[in-house]
């Protein structure tokens, strides 16, 4: 134990002995007395507000052996490398070996059920390219300082359904609970604001596909700290392809707590062209552009209120996922080449082993909702959750989603480069996020939108 330690731990010891010498002066009463009272009641203020036990004990955990974001800082000894937060180069990479349909038994205990069935459900195509695990993550500083201190001072709120007194980072890099893990998937770092034109593609099980195509301003605004908003995210985005869809637009200003403050949502119809207020998008309300294949909470993978099941926080694994796929974000690759029949061509998708964080919701009996369970997986350098595991009422494994992503500089950190959805009943799948045949990229970080834009006047102006 080191000497701050020992302070730290023997404040009320001191404390103690501080009142005892003090009541000994005024019974004797000598003649620096006074000089002794000052003193003694100057070095009393001074323990009250030393850190406690618990409060010491974070700040040193998260730098010996933690990462700044509560990841264990060590590796695994032989597969998983050490976190070092320097930048690491991932392009020269070659596959270690392949998982297919003849030895997923072998790995079976580094899959989920979810990429286990893949292997079943598509023996013939379905592959994972294993390369070597490179912990690429890393944040601003700004973002590791304000999480540091989010450890001590954020909590639950009374409802469990958000999170109260955190600053722009994660808001429990120690976490107890299975929510507080959900929690840090919802208020993770991915920068002030994204800026980006994507295409999503539902893929038919002839592997033929459409594409919608959107325009998008999102501001996190939790993470800007010199604007006044009561919104946790704010999202204004405008349909550009197909022409038929063209010019439609949708406006979503979303709070933390979506269980005591609902989410609002305006449409922009270009047919009577004004903005008309949506109903609450939210739980297992089907993405009807996605043809019902995602529900509304099924976007990042996950979102929105946690109210509807019970949670449960599991062992944490070593899971081969979806990691440093700067392949799937080459402006080279033609969606004819990566959108096939069953799944996206595996040729251009790079899996990695990593150490996960596990949850696992289980829908409440008095609720409804299309999952009667949900196991999320969450890359435990960034809080994301990559992979999610969705059974239908009969308990049996319905909808499988993964989350491609990599590292951007720009950021810095990571984010999806796309987000897949199986439906392994239908044996359809959808893609969000598709950038290939564009000639832009995401823009993170740009000027901060002004709050005029995320009103309906201001989503008016966007789409015309």
């Known amino acids: 134990m080191d000497a701050a330690h020992f302070l730290f731990s023997e404040n009320y010891k001191i404390l103690f002995c501080l009142l005892f010498f003090y009541f000994r002066i005024k019974l004797h009463r000598s003649p620096d007395s006074n000089v002794l009272k000052i003193t003694v009641g100057f070095l009393i203020l001074i323990c009250c507000n030393l850190p406690t036990t618990a409060e010491a004990d974070t700040k040193p955990q998260l ?21 070092t937060g320097e930048s690491l180069s991932v392009t020269d990479d070659e596959p270690i070996f392949t998982i297919d349909a003849s030895n997923y038994q072998q790995y079976k205990n580094h899959l989920s059920a979810g990429q286990l069935a893949l292997f079943q459900r598509y023996p013939d195509s379905f592959s994972m390219p294993i390369f070597p695990s490179r912990r690429t993550f890393s944040a601003p500083d700004e973002v590791y300082k304000n999480t540091a201190i989010n450890a001590l001072k954020t909590s639950l709120n009374k409802s469990s359904t958000g999170f109260e007194n955190a600053r722009g980072g994660i808001p429990f890099p120690l976490p107890k609970s299975a929510l507080e893990v959900y929690f840090n998937h919802i208020g993770r770092w991915r920068g002030t604001q994204l800026q980006n034109t994507t295409s999503d593609a539902v893929i038919q099980r002839n592997g033929k596909f459409s594409l919608v195509t959107r325009k998008t301003i999102i501001r996190f605004d939790s993470y800007i700290s010199d604007i006044q908003s009561d919104n946790f995210v704010s999202l204004v985005s405008r349909i550009t392809a197909p022409a038929l869809k063209s010019g ?3 406006l979503v200003l979303e709070p933390l707590d979506q269980f005591n403050n609902s989410r609002l949502a305006w449409f922009w119809d270009k047919g009577r062209r004004r903005t008309i207020r949506a109903p609450n998008i939210a739980y297992d309300q089907p993405v009807q552009s996605a043809q019902s294949l995602r529900t509304a909470d099924d976007a990042d993978l996950i979102n929105g209120s946690p109210d509807r099941f019970n949670w ?9 996922i979806p990691y440093n796929n700067e392949r799937l974000s080459s402006k080279q690759l033609r969606y004819k080449e990566l959108l096939k029949k069953h799944h996206i061509n595996p ?16 829908l409440k009996n008095e609720w409804r909702h299309v999952y009667s369970r949900r196991d999320f997986y969450l890359d435990e350098d960034s809080w994301q959750v990559v992979i999610a595991d969705q059974y239908d009422k009969n308990g049996e494994l319905w909808r499988v989603s ?3 992503s990599k590292f951007y500089a720009d950021l810095p950190g990571i984010f999806p480069v ?17 950038q290939n045949e564009r000639k832009t990229s995401n823009q993170f970080n740009q000027e901060v939108a002004r709050n005029s834009l995320f009103t309906p006047a201001g989503l008016k102006r966007f789409v015309q």
């Open 312 to 320: 449960e926080l599991l062992e944490k694994r070593e899971l081969y």
């Open 347 to 362: 040729q251009y998708t790079r899996y990695e082993l990593h150490r996960v964080w596990v949850i696992q919701a289980t």
């Open 402 to 404: 993964m989350s491609y």
């Open 63 to 83: 730098e010996a052996h933690l990462t700044p974001f509560g990841a264990t800082r060590a590796g695994n000894g032989s597969t998983i490398p050490e976190w």
């Open 418 to 434: 796309i987000n897949v959805f199986h439906d392994l009943h239908k044996q359809l799948y959808s893609v969000m996020g598709l």
């Open 248 to 250: 439609n637009g949708i």
